[in-house]
């Protein structure tokens, strides 16, 4: 049973326009909330986050929006550009994203490819 | 290069053998963090060691094992192989084992099983 789900594999954008990934939770347990980007050939790596007690986080041109009581997170990235290309992963953790635990949850991934 | 060190990059073994992945964490970094990515699959978690000791137990397979050195580098042993275990492996490392501080992923190694 997926906790995790990003339910869009890809995502196609032009170039300098808005992009907007999702992801859907299923653990009302999870307190914090993650975004990975992943090249080919390289480990995923730390884009933005956001904790269960705010329902937006922004840095630079990536923000995250929280919708708790729907269970849903998105990802918008604006304005979107060509290296923005890559696969994002949704993640979600219990007690601080890592806490005492440590485990991430993640989702399938979402493959961005932002066209010139 | 994230400071996180994986070895090797790729793997190519039979079935019914036993490999080893080795991975070298951010340095100050004290856990470690295996995780497997199949084809068209998400990362899985299968277990995190923090500073030598076994912290957190996911999907791990009895076929599976790992361990974390003095030195604080991490071991995922993989035995019996199947066709099945062909995926990505990825180790991650942060400094705090509680409150959030970042995983730090290493570029994985790509193991498949023929």
């Known amino acids: 049973d997926q906790q995790v789900k990003q339910n869009s594999p890809s995502l196609s954008v032009q170039e300098g326009r808005i992009s907007i990934l999702n992801c859907d939770y299923t653990?009302?347990?999870?307190?914090?909330f993650l975004w990975y980007k992943k090249y080919p050939a390289e480990g995923p790596t730390f884009l933005i986050s956001i904790s269960s007690i705010k329902d937006k986080n922004e840095d630079g041109r990536f923000t995250v929006f929280l919708n708790k009581s729907a269970k849903h997170l998105s990802l918008h990235i604006v304005p979107s550009q060509p290296g923005d290309s890559a696969v994002y992963f949704c993640?979600?953790?219990?007690?601080?994203?890592?806490?005492?635990?440590?485990?991430?949850?993640f989702g399938k991934g979402t493959k961005l490819s932002v066209k010139p | 290069d994230s400071g996180v060190t994986q070895t090797p990059k790729h793997l190519i073994t039979a079935t019914g053998q036993r490999v080893t992945l080795r991975c070298s964490p951010r340095?100050?970094?004290?856990?470690v963090y295996w995780y497997q990515q199949s084809l068209d699959q998400g990362l899985q978690f299968l277990i995190q060691y923090y500073n030598g000791e076994e912290r957190a137990k996911g999907n791990i397979l009895e076929r599976f094992s790992a361990q974390q050195f003095p030195d604080l580098h991490s071991e995922l042993n993989l035995s019996s192989l199947e066709l099945g275990d062909s995926a990505l492996y990825f180790c991650?490392?942060?400094?705090?084992?509680?409150?959030?501080?970042?995983?730090?992923f290493g570029s994985g190694t790509r193991l498949t099983v023929v």
């Open positions: 993640a979600a953790s219990v007690n601080g994203a890592g806490g005492s635990q440590g485990n991430l949850i």
């Open positions: 653990n009302s347990m999870f307190d914090y």
């Open positions: 991650a490392s942060s400094p705090h084992l509680e409150g959030f501080a970042g995983y730090t």
């Open positions: 340095s100050g970094d004290l856990s």
